[in-house]
């Protein structure tokens, strides 16, 4: 059934704004292996789920800590990335909405630390890094992404 003006320009800005506060484990692999400046991820899960793995170089502030500890942790005008354990859990879309209220720009990184360790990427825990074969279900087995 074809679409009114209408109801694509709706789609359009819906889809534009969801890529504007979110971001998946590809595109934030790639800007990390870039160095990308100004931009910074954010663990926001416990203690224990940090020891157990986290993304390199990721800065550890569990939600409950943000608005005490994000402006000592965190310079303004910093692109902050926000993830949890992965799509079951809303920990990232918390941690993204405090990071909001202190007027940081935020993204929501899409599957979580499951899905990054899911797609073969690099983790860290305080044995050193660590990682796992791609799981063909979330990437291509021998390709570097989806190409999506």
Not at 23 to 37: G, N, Q, Y
Not at 61 to 89: E, K
């Amino acid at each position: 059934m074809p679409t009114t003006a209408i109801e694509n320009t709706a789609a359009v800005a819906h889809f534009a704004e969801r890529l504007r506060f979110e971001t998946d484990v590809s595109d934030v692999h790639a800007a990390l292996e870039a160095r990308t400046p100004g931009y910074v991820v954010v663990d926001s899960r416990g203690a224990q789920a940090w020891a157990q793995g986290h993304l390199p170089g990721a800065v550890h502030l569990p939600t409950a800590q943000i608005a005490a500890d994000a402006a000592a942790a965190i310079q303004p005008g910093t692109l902050v990335v926000t993830y949890c354990w992965g799509p079951g859990c809303n920990g990232a879309t918390r941690a993204a909405l405090e990071f909001a209220k202190l007027g940081y720009q935020v993204q929501e990184m899409l599957g979580g630390y499951e899905y990054w360790v899911r797609e073969g990427f690099t983790f860290e825990t305080a044995a050193g890094t660590d990682r796992r074969p791609a799981d063909e279900l979330t990437a291509p087995r021998w390709a570097v992404s989806c190409d999506c």
